[in-house]
């Protein structure tokens, strides 16, 4: 059994409609590498992570996403309905006491990010979840930040796969664990003060933010796409800034 798994899901936690346009988004180029081979190999850096799989659907695009993914790195096509089952059945594939959810939809999350919330983790063995907030309270998760990861205790991820009936429980797989404080124990890190605002925004939802990740790609190549450097650079760039305002805005208002 391993302590921490590194779970990276090739196919976003998206609506309907988004998870069609970016149905194959983990074969994008980026950085000059596939999307999905970015986000593994930043995953792989981390200390405390034991292993690290591939989580894609069973049908004939997401097993198509093994081209993509590096040779070392097990890719699980799991037929499973929804993205909550999909991430307890991989728990369970891979049988580990915690893991590390990841997501191509949060492409600028790294390492030392990652062992964060592990020694946090391990810091509190009852602890049953833990990931960013801003300062405000709202999960960096559910927000445009781009560099949230999730660590969640197993037996809590089943025991929220066996009880959640919200679809938007079962769309979103730590939804119901950070919405029952009170009967999980959730811990809430304070995001870095660079990536606490609401002019960022490097999560990719749809075609509009993989433009937003291209322009910085292209304004500092691909040898300097840390999130530190990023969020300076959009300092110096107020038009950029209230682009990402706006579409933040816009997508808070439709929640």
């Known amino acids: 059994m391993y302590k921490t798994l590194g779970v990276v899901e090739a196919l976003p936690s998206l609506v309907d409609g988004q998870s069609s346009l970016l149905r194959s988004i983990g074969k994008r180029r980026f950085a000059g590498k596939s999307l999905l081979e970015w986000i593994v190999r930043h995953a792989t850096e981390s200390h405390f992570l034991d292993r690290v799989v591939v989580l894609a659907g069973n049908d004939p695009v997401a097993r198509s996403l ?12 799991c ?13 369970t594939r891979f049988p580990a006491e915690s893991i590390v959810r990841l997501s191509v939809s949060q492409p600028f999350v790294d390492a030392d990010l990652i062992d964060r919330l592990i020694s946090t983790a391990e810091s509190d063995p009852a602890t ?55 009967h999980f124990h959730v811990r809430m890190l304070p995001l870095p003060k660079l990536l606490d605002r609401d002019d960022l925004r490097l999560a990719i939802q749809d075609e509009l933010d993989w433009e937003f990740v291209q322009m910085l790609i292209d304004a500092l190549g691909p040898d300097s796409l840390d999130w530190r450097v990023v969020a300076s650079l959009l300092d110096r760039h107020p038009s950029l800034c209230q682009q990402m305002a706006a579409r933040n805005f816009e997508l808070a208002m439709q929640e």
């Open 66 to 77: 093994a081209e993509v993914a590096p040779p070392d790195v097990t890719v699980y096509g």
């Open 128 to 182: 049953d979840y833990v990931s960013f907030a801003h300062a405000d309270g709202r999960p960096a998760i559910t927000t445009g930040t781009g560099v949230a990861a999730e660590w969640i205790n197993v037996t809590a991820l089943l025991e929220a796969d066996r009880d959640a009936d919200q679809p938007l429980d079962r769309q979103h797989p730590s939804r119901y664990l950070y919405r029952h404080p009170g």
């Open 79 to 91: 037929s499973a309905g929804d993205p909550l089952s999909r991430l307890a059945a991989t728990a």
